[in-house]
Nanobody, 114 residues
């Protein structure tokens, strides 16, 4: 089992930037692809971006060109650089293993004001 602790969220105006971090602990040796998800109130949790241990990335169309996912394998840490933020990016952001989901962390709140 892997545990995740997300951080870096906050309140930002439209057009601003935030960098999210996710510290993973536990059986992290088995994780190939990690991912960021987000969930707005009353909405389902959606995949935002994913990255393999080798650095291969995928992005949701809604964030492509604005968000960058990165991982530091030595530190078992996942990052999400978010630029040109829009109000529709407002959500709680979570990290997890892609495909084989582990228990969810608390997430980190991102609020983008117009």
């Amino acid at each position: 089992q892997v545990q995740f602790v997300e951080s870096g969220g906050g309140l930002v105006q439209a057009g601003g930037s935030l960098r999210l971090s996710c510290a993973a602990s536990g059986s992290t040796f088995s994780i190939n692809r990690m991912a960021w998800y987000r969930q707005a109130p009353g909405k389902q949790r959606d995949l935002v971006a994913s990255i393999t241990i080798g650095g291969d990335t995928n992005y949701a169309d809604s964030v492509k060109g604005r968000f960058t996912i990165r991982r530091d394998n030595a530190k078992n840490t996942l990052y999400l650089q978010m630029d040109s933020l829009k109000p529709e990016d407002t959500a709680v952001y979570y990290c997890n293993e892609f495909g084989r989901l582990q228990p969810w962390g608390q997430g980190t709140q991102v609020t983008v004001s117009s």
